[in-house]
């Protein structure tokens, strides 16, 4: 199944900064080790509102358009291997609306993973 990102939430992905995820290997108190990670990713700044809004639809993938064509994202939110790229605090913004009320906008750091998608062709 191919799902795509929803078009009502697009205007998020429009400041969307490409970045890479890197963490070294561990060792972990139980023994473990754990994997190098080295994936590319969007970083995004958006309001609280917003974040609420799309939160539906996070770890699932989504296949995108417009200004990433060939690309899926997953929206990373409490998968424990990148728990270092969780949602943070983006900072809040004081403005006045027109009626001379003082009101705030809370945002959110939120990163979703960039991966290529390969189609596949019928022979």
Do not use: C
């Amino acid at each position: 199944m191919r799902r795509m990102w929803p078009e009502e939430f697009g205007f998020i992905l429009d400041a969307a900064e490409e970045v890479t995820l890197d963490s070294p290997a561990r060792d972990r108190e139980d023994g473990s080790h754990s994997e190098a990670i080295h994936r590319r990713a969007l970083k995004v700044r958006m309001t609280q509102a917003d974040y609420e809004r799309i939160w539906p639809l996070a770890e699932a993938r989504y296949r995108l358009q417009g200004r990433f064509p060939g690309k899926a994202i997953t929206l990373i939110v409490n998968n424990p291997h990148y728990s270092q790229w969780h949602p943070a605090d983006g900072g809040t913004v004081e403005s006045v609306s027109d009626s001379g009320r003082a009101y705030s906008t809370r945002y959110v750091v939120v990163h979703f993973l960039l991966d290529d998608v390969r189609e596949t062709v019928e022979a």
